[in-house]
Antibody
Framework: EVQLVESGGGLVQPGRSLRLSCSAS????????MSWVRQAPGKGLEWVGF??????????EYAASVKGGFTISRDDSKSIAYLQINSLKTEDTAVYYC??????????????WGQGTLVTVSS | DIQMTQSPSTLSASVGDRVTITCRAS??????LAWYQQKPGKAPKLLIY???SLESGVPSRFSGSGSGTEFTLTISSLQPDDFVTYYC?????????FGQGTKVEIK
């Protein structure tokens, strides 16, 4: 069974940095691209970014709203995806979900989601 | 960026009703569209991928159609569990984007 477990969220002051982790199990992590999606309190879903699997270059794509401030990386040896968030702003307050596409051909349709980790940015 | 616009934002209906939610893309996305259902406090659940393919385990009352720029999610007979929020999402070109959501309420 595919499992995605996020961690690393919490209360953080504006301007600080945070690294979220997504621990994966139940599948060959290195074969799959991984994504992050966030949801501000009471708001809709916002796509954050995607990292390709190493066979496809291991590079990442980002939403315009986070480009330059967020970095997605992966450690295939540990089956973990990371989301590094620098210079946190109050508008970054959200639940952050780690997601995986349903198959290799539909990497952008997310059949697997973690439970989410809440990041609250406040002084 | 491709903008995804859902309509309506809120839909009032009764158990047993047939309802349709529309999602429009600002440019052609072929059939690279997914639909999700989200219950309060929970992660979204994939209902439909590639515009019209039903995800495994999803009830057959859910169906999707469309291609290019206009798409629909239809629930053929609303059940009590269906009164929640639905999102469309394009995965044709980066950045992938979501619609703003449609909340289905009890009339």
């Amino acid at each position: 069974e595919v499992q995605l477990v996020e961690s690393g969220g919490g209360l953080v002051q504006p301007g600080r940095s945070l690294r979220l982790s997504c621990s994966a199990s139940g599948f060959t992590f290195g074969d799959h691209g991984m994504s992050w999606v966030r949801q501000a309190p009471g708001k809709g879903l916002e796509w954050v970014g995607f990292i390709r699997s190493k066979p496809y270059g291991g590079t990442a794509e980002y939403a315009a709203s986070v480009k330059g401030g967020f970095t997605i990386s992966r450690d295939d040896s540990k089956s973990i995806a990371y989301l590094q968030i620098n210079s946190l702003k109050t508008e970054d307050t959200a639940v952050y979900y780690c997601t995986r596409g349903r198959d290799f051909f539909h990497t952008g349709s997310y059949s697997h989601w973690g439970q989410g980790t809440l990041v609250t940015v406040s002084s | 960026d491709i903008q995804m616009t859902q309509s309506p934002s809120t839909l009032s209906a009764s158990v047993g009703d047939r309802v349709t939610i529309t999602c429009r893309a600002s440019q052609s996305i072929s059939s690279w569209l997914a639909w999700y259902q989200q219950k309060p406090g929970k992660a979204p659940k994939l209902l439909i991928y590639e515009a019209s393919s039903l995800e495994s385990g999803v009830p057959s009352r859910f169906s999707g159609s469309g291609s290019g720029t206009e798409f629909t999610l239809t629930i053929s007979s609303l059940q009590p569990d269906d009164f929640v929020t639905y999102y469309c999402q394009q995965y044709s070109s980066y950045p992938w984007t979501f619609g703003q959501g449609t909340k289905v309420e009890i009339k």
